[in-house]
């Protein structure tokens, strides 16, 4: 894989066969991931906001700080991914570890690919975000 475009290495091996289908680039809102429907092989996009990256980059879910993108934790595979559906009612998978938001986050900020908006809407997270770290026994 050498265009970066293609996805992520994390995911490439047998463990997590087919979420290297996931093709991923950083725009001024967010995080912008597409890939085919493994039901019906459309085409889908979700754009994972950057507040969204932020709260993933912690470990926490983005609908524990009021967000309305649902996220849930693969257990097994040891990534969170948002709830969403293809049209065709099949599940769709953008997986993210906490480690690859980090990255992900901290090239975008050193790209400067942020928007002032959506670097507001962090700041007003990073209070929420260290609350819920803070009763989870986590530091911040
Ligand atoms: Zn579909």
Redesign the pocket.
């Known amino acids: 894989m050498s265009n970066e475009s293609r996805g992520f290495g994390i995911f490439e091996g047998d463990a997590v066969a087919g979420f290297d289908q996931v093709e991923a680039e950083s725009t001024p809102d967010g995080y912008k991931m597409t890939r085919d ?1 493994e ?4 085409e ?1 996009s979700l754009l994972i906001s950057w507040p969204e990256v932020l709260c993933v980059a912690s470990s926490v879910f983005p609908q524990q700080v009021g967000m309305q993108d649902t996220w849930a934790y693969h257990q097994k595979l040891m990534i969170m991914f948002p709830q969403v559906q ?5 599940k ?1 998978m953008f997986p993210m570890t906490p480690q690859q938001a980090k990255k992900i986050l901290t090239d975008a900020v050193n790209n400067g690919q942020i928007s002032a908006q959506a670097n507001q809407a962090m700041q007003a997270l990073r209070g929420p975000i260290a609350q819920i770290m803070q009763a989870q026994g986590r530091r911040s």
């Open positions: 429907c039901s019906c092989g459309r889908q293809c049209g065709c009612q099949g769709l």
